[in-house]
């Protein structure tokens, strides 16, 4: 990650908008994820799904049988990367169905657009 400051104007929307990114995966408004990622999205959660392209990102989504129930983003550090570009590491925790916790940490690199602050790539670590 990058250590170039990034104006507080921008470190909130980014936040929002990875905030936002759990909230549409929890109601499972999939068809909306344009609203936080953008087209060329390139998304790996490896052994669950990996996807490249806000369609193919959304197909998989789609196709998760038991997806978690609820998303929690924590400990969000937002570094420029670029004028228009940050990168971004934060912990989640997911409520799966059965009541399991699981951890992970979430790498993101978002992306400044005519439509606003947009996740290009997700990379997620388990953790645990």
């Known amino acids: 990650m990058t ?3 990034v104006n507080p104007a921008d470190a909130r929307a980014i936040e929002e908008v990875l905030n936002r990114v ?3 995966l929890d109601t ?3 068809d909306r994820l344009g609203e936080v990622f ?3 999205i390139f998304f790996d959660n490896p052994g669950r799904l990996t996807a490249n392209g806000l369609d193919d990102v959304i197909a998989s ?3 998760i049988a038991t997806p978690a129930v609820s998303h929690h983003i ?7 990367a670029g004028e228009d570009t940050a990168e971004c590491q934060s ?3 997911a409520l799966r169905a059965e009541g ?3 951890a992970a940490i979430y790498r993101d690199t978002v992306t400044r657009t005519d439509a606003g602050w947009r996740v290009s790539a997700r990379r997620i670590s388990p953790l645990g």
């Open 38 to 40: 953008a087209p060329e």
């Open 22 to 24: 759990a909230y549409l």
């Open 91 to 93: 912990k989640a925790l």
């Open 3 to 5: 250590n170039q400051p």
């Open 61 to 63: 989504f789609k196709a």
């Open 28 to 30: 499972h408004e999939y």
């Open 74 to 80: 924590t400990n969000v550090v937002v570094a420029g």
């Open 100 to 102: 399991k916790i699981t």
